[in-house]
């Protein structure tokens, strides 16, 4: 039976970007959607909300995801497991989501709450989606492309 490598810290900042992307447009288009249903659409404030969300929220899963490969002592491989890890980050990223969208929109209203609720659930399913991808990625072919090593 073959030995689990650990994931580097390189794989852990790859997919904290490759997640951000596609968190970015996601929250880019729920600050849309939210905010033209109730008459305040806003592209500016959409790119605002997504741009802070960028920048902090990438360090936020790098240690989220350094936590959880510390507590399970490897990558989360089964459903179980990526469920709960899902479920954690889904917890830190929509309170951000909240205080982001709050801080934009100058007001703690439902409209922050309306945004942070809808990416509650669409981005849910994007990030247990992303890890299920991640789980296919081979770990050291990876790092070795990106360290141009053969």
Request: net charge positive; charged share 20%; proline share 1%.
């Amino acid at each position: 039976m073959s030995r689990l490598k650990k994931s580097s810290h390189i794989r852990s900042i790859l997919k904290g970007v490759s997640w951000r992307f596609i968190a970015l447009a996601d929250t880019i288009l729920v600050v849309l959607f939210v905010t033209c249903l109730l008459g305040e659409c806003s592209i500016e404030d959409a790119i605002k909300i997504g741009a802070s969300e960028f920048l902090l929220k990438l360090a936020i899963f790098y240690f989220h995801e350094r936590i959880w490969l510390r507590r399970l002592g490897k990558q989360a491989t089964t459903n179980k497991e990526i469920l709960y890890k899902s479920i954690s980050w889904r917890i830190v990223a929509t309170t951000t989501t909240f205080i982001i969208s709050g801080i934009v929109l100058k007001g703690f209203n439902e409209i922050a709450l309306y945004i942070a609720l809808t990416e509650l659930f669409t981005k849910f399913v994007l990030y247990y989606v992303h890890e299920k991808i991640w789980l296919k990625l081979p770990l050291g072919k990876i790092r070795n492309y990106f360290l141009g090593r053969k």
